[in-house]
């Protein structure tokens, strides 16, 4: 097995070329030549996801985050892509496509906010966009969405914004306050992450309901997805899940 039979499995779920033109997603480091026998996966190349790739003897690392997004202007020897050369371990990333995916990110966490919500119906939030609407069956309070929302996502702590009924809830994952102004008239709320200071007044202006769930809590359910699709390609392919934990610590 090599490093492009890992990469065409995960396109098959998560196309590449559905990418948004901004996003560096693909091999970022490797060769599609290299042999595999272990792949780890996991939301970000951090510190904590290379020494556990290295102890585990991965030879591959997929990411939902790119480990290289802007350009480099220099690779010094503390740095992860550096390591990542240096042992030989390739980097898959497959940031916006798995966003995007039917069945993806934004269907997960459809899929969980809908076991603790009584939903009617699940659409897209907009064609060619991220996220989805979930239409629910009775309106409720911002503040119930966002209780409800913090112990189903595992969640430290959740801001919100809004004293609206929601009926009709729009969901992103990662950071998507950026849609407010366009999802106005179609949703009463939007739950995202990494909510800006300007974006919870922009949400008041708009009387729209506004949920900060945390860029982490919203992704990190792509490791076990990811990890089983991977499975389900190749059986024989053993799969490292590695979950290292929300990075942010809360007083």
Known sequence: MTVRDIYNAIDAFAPFLAQEKWDNSGLLVGDNRQAVN??????????????????????????????????????????????????GI?????????????????????????????????????????????TLQKALPCAEIASAAKNVLGCTS????????????????????????????????LLTGDVKHDRWYKAQELEMGLIDCGHYHTEILMVPYVAEKLRKAHPTLEVVEFVEGDPVSYV
């Open 90 to 134: 390739a980097a898959i990333c497959c940031h916006t496509p798995l966003d995007v995916a039917d069945g993806g990110l934004n269907d997960l966490l459809a899929d969980r906010l809908c076991s603790v919500l009584k939903v009617e119906d699940v659409a897209p939030l907009m064609i060619g966009e991220p996220g989805r609407i979930l």
């Open 38 to 87: 272990k792949v780890l996966v996991t939301l970000d190349i951090s510190c904590g996801a290379l020494l556990k790739a290295e102890q585990e003897k991965c030879d591959v690392i997929v990411s939902h985050h790119p480990v290289i997004f802007s350009p480099l202007k220099s690779i010094g020897s503390d740095s992860i892509v550096y390591e990542l050369c240096r042992q």
């Open 158 to 189: 959740v801001r919100y914004t809004g004293e609206v009924s929601v009926k009709r809830l729009g969901i992103c994952t990662g950071s998507g306050s950026s849609l407010l102004e366009e999802i106005e008239g179609s949703c009463d709320c």
